[in-house]
């Protein structure tokens, strides 16, 4: 089983960033794939990034230039640096990770308001 903890939410102005994180309570190379999903007030919850074991990185049309996921495998945290925040980026943020089974954190919030 995989334990995923999301931090790094907040609210921030129009045009501003922010840097989420995820650790993992395993082994984050042993892991399929780990990516970040978004769930807005009213929509379904959608992709927004995933990186595979091998390192391939995947963005949502709507975040590719502005978004950029990396990790560091020594602390099994995966990062999602956000860039010229929108207002329409606001969502729950969560942490997903896919090992067989798959796996979600419980979420943090990112408001991006004036």
């Known amino acids: 089983q995989v334990q995923l903890v999301e931090s790094g939410g907040g609210l921030v102005q129009p045009g501003g960033s922010l840097r989420l994180s995820c650790a993992a309570s395993a082994s984050i190379l042993t892991i399929f794939r780990m990516g970040w999903y978004r769930e807005a007030p009213g929509k379904q919850r959608e992709l927004v990034a995933t990186i595979f074991s091998g390192g391939k990185t995947n963005y949502a049309d709507s975040v590719l230039g502005r978004f950029t996921l990396s990790r560091d495998n020594a602390k099994n945290t995966v990062y999602l640096q956000m860039n010229s925040l929108k207002p329409e980026d606001t969502a729950v943020y969560y942490c997903?990770?896919?090992?067989?089974?798959?796996?979600w954190g419980k979420g943090t919030l990112v408001t991006v308001s004036s």
């Open positions: 997903n990770a896919v090992s067989g089974l798959t796996y």
